[in-house]
């Protein structure tokens, strides 16, 4: 298979000029495009409604040219929309398009390159989300995107994306209609219970987490964690939506990823070794403006209160999220190592890396 990856930035949530440019222009074929990441300006809440519209503008703009409704655009493409640029982090979406050939499957000469592959699961109840029936379901939807993506060895996994469903009101009435009770009635906290269940699910399908996961664990046992996991929840959506990216040998994409696990929101050396895994030099304005093509990260205020001993204040501000502060710090720092704010950080890193930390991802053309 050939995968290419494209970056292009947006002026807003409902911009598509970039991306209907580079398919007039040929530069991107619709018919190949297997998933569309976006970083939206949106406060990445529960209200955040630019991912939502971000998602139904390209439907709305790839369906004249796959002939298909809006809606089975959605339902052909995985679109993952992670709401908030604070700071110095700039709106844009990353495109990747993979085509299969005939000599799919057998081994590139070449080494391994970058590999894509997708799956859902099954729409959940209220009651299942941010619950063991999610963890179970995402890890089934995880090895088939491995499949997909022509991946046996989880070593060569380095970052699993997944949009995830929240709790509103109306669906917690629902559980509630049917005798059942959800896992919280906070809706914001809600989006917490979601990531942390689709990471754990990331963790059991790659043999991170041995032996089994139970209810009980899902924000609460934070040693077990995923170090290739970003997960991102959303009212758009009642399904997991999963996108497996790694390295393989069956893939003849001009492209590799690599990865490292920060372990606090000012972990430089994390990045730096990102970027090096992928032949990057940290502030290297000639190679990396050649060859990077994004960086992926999530980021959360440290649980504890505290950054290396000394305190934060990010979990006691009223007025701005402690997510919205996270993506801030973690995408200044991303941004001047890799002399671009145009990276896609992702806030709430439930289970996605260490407490304070997460998974950071970075892909490179060769």
Same mark, same amino acid.
């Given at each position: 298979?050939?995968?290419?990856?494209?970056?292009?930035?947006?002026?807003?949530?409902?911009?598509?000029?970039?991306?209907?440019?580079?398919?007039?222009?040929?530069?991107?074929?619709?018919?190949?495009?297997?998933?569309?990441?976006?970083?939206?300006?949106?406060?990445?809440?529960?209200?955040?409604?630019?991912?939502?519209?971000?998602?139904?503008?390209?439907?709305?703009?790839?369906?004249?040219?796959?002939?298909?409704?809006?809606?089975?655009?959605?339902?052909?493409?995985?679109?993952?929309?992670?709401?908030?640029?604070?700071?110095?982090?700039?709106?844009?979406?990353?495109?990747?398009?993979?085509?299969?050939?005939?000599?799919? $499957?057998?081994? *590139?000469? /070449?080494?391994?390159?970058?590999? +894509? !592959?997708? @799956?859902?699961? =099954? #729409?959940?109840?209220?009651?299942?989300?941010?619950?063991?029936?999610?963890?179970?379901?995402?890890?089934?939807?995880?090895?088939?995107?491995?499949?997909?993506?022509?991946?046996?060895?989880?070593?060569?996994?380095?970052?699993?994306?997944?949009?995830?469903?929240?709790?509103?009101?109306?669906?917690?009435?629902?559980?509630?209609?049917?005798?059942?009770?959800?896992?919280?009635?906070?809706?914001?906290?809600?989006?917490?219970?979601?990531?942390?269940?689709?990471?754990?699910?990331?963790?059991?399908?790659?043999?991170?987490?041995?032996?089994?996961?139970?209810?009980?664990?899902?924000?609460?046992?934070?040693?077990?964690?995923?170090?290739?996991?970003?997960?991102?929840?959303?009212?758009?959506?009642?399904?997991?939506?999963?996108?497996?990216? $790694?390295?393989? *040998?069956? /893939?003849?994409?001009?492209?590799? +990823? !690599?990865? @490292?696990?920060? =372990? #606090?929101?000012?972990?430089?050396?994390?990045?730096?070794?990102?970027?090096?895994?992928?032949?990057?030099?940290?502030?290297?304005?000639?190679?990396?403006?050649?060859?990077?093509?994004?960086?992926?990260?999530?980021?959360?205020?440290?649980?504890?209160?505290?950054?290396?001993?000394?305190?934060?204040?990010?979990?006691?501000?009223?007025?701005?999220?402690?997510?919205?502060?996270?993506?801030?710090?973690?995408?200044?720092?991303?941004?001047?190592?890799?002399?671009?704010?145009?990276?896609?950080?992702?806030?709430?890193?439930?289970?996605?890396?260490?407490?304070?930390?997460?998974?950071?991802?970075?892909?490179?053309?060769?």
């Amino acid at each position: 298979m050939s995968v290419d990856v494209v970056r292009i930035p947006t002026k807003g949530p409902g911009d598509v000029s970039g991306l209907v440019q580079l398919i007039e222009a040929g530069r991107i074929d619709p018919a190949s495009i297997l998933a569309i990441l976006g970083k939206t300006e949106g406060n990445g809440g529960v209200n955040d409604f630019t991912r939502e519209y971000a998602v139904s503008a390209l439907s709305v703009a790839l369906a004249p040219y796959l002939a298909l409704t809006p809606q089975g655009v959605e339902e052909r493409i995985a679109f993952v929309m992670s709401g908030g640029t604070e700071g110095v982090l700039s709106p844009h979406i990353t495109v990747f398009t993979r085509k299969i050939s005939d000599g799919d $499957g057998v081994q *590139s000469a /070449a080494g391994k390159r970058l590999s +894509i !592959g997708i @799956a859902q699961t =099954r #729409d959940f109840l209220p009651e299942e989300i941010g619950r063991i029936a999610q963890v179970r379901e995402t890890a089934k939807a995880v090895r088939a995107a491995m499949a997909d993506a022509g991946i046996d060895d989880p070593s060569d996994v380095h970052y699993v994306q997944i949009k995830c469903p929240l709790l509103m009101s109306d669906r917690i009435e629902d559980a509630h209609g049917r005798g059942q009770k959800v896992v919280t009635y906070s809706a914001y906290g809600s989006m917490g219970y979601s990531r942390g269940a689709s990471a754990l699910g990331i963790a059991a399908a790659l043999g991170e987490v041995k032996g089994e996961i139970s209810d009980d664990y899902i924000l609460k046992k934070y040693d077990l964690f995923s170090s290739v996991a970003s997960t991102s929840s959303g009212i758009e959506l009642m399904h997991n939506v999963v996108i497996v990216m $790694g390295n393989s *040998s069956s /893939a003849t994409s001009s492209f590799v +990823i !690599g990865h @490292a696990v920060m =372990r #606090d929101a000012i972990d430089c050396a994390a990045v730096t070794e990102a970027l090096l895994s992928v032949g990057l030099e940290p502030q290297s304005t000639s190679t990396i403006s050649d060859r990077l093509v994004n960086v992926f990260a999530k980021a959360e205020a440290s649980p504890d209160g505290t950054v290396r001993g000394w305190r934060h204040t990010m979990l006691e501000d009223t007025d701005i999220s402690a997510t919205r502060h996270a993506r801030a710090a973690v995408g200044g720092l991303i941004a001047g190592l890799a002399g671009t704010g145009a990276v896609y950080v992702s806030g709430g890193a439930e289970h996605q890396g260490p407490p304070g930390g997460g998974p950071v991802a970075v892909i490179a053309r060769i």
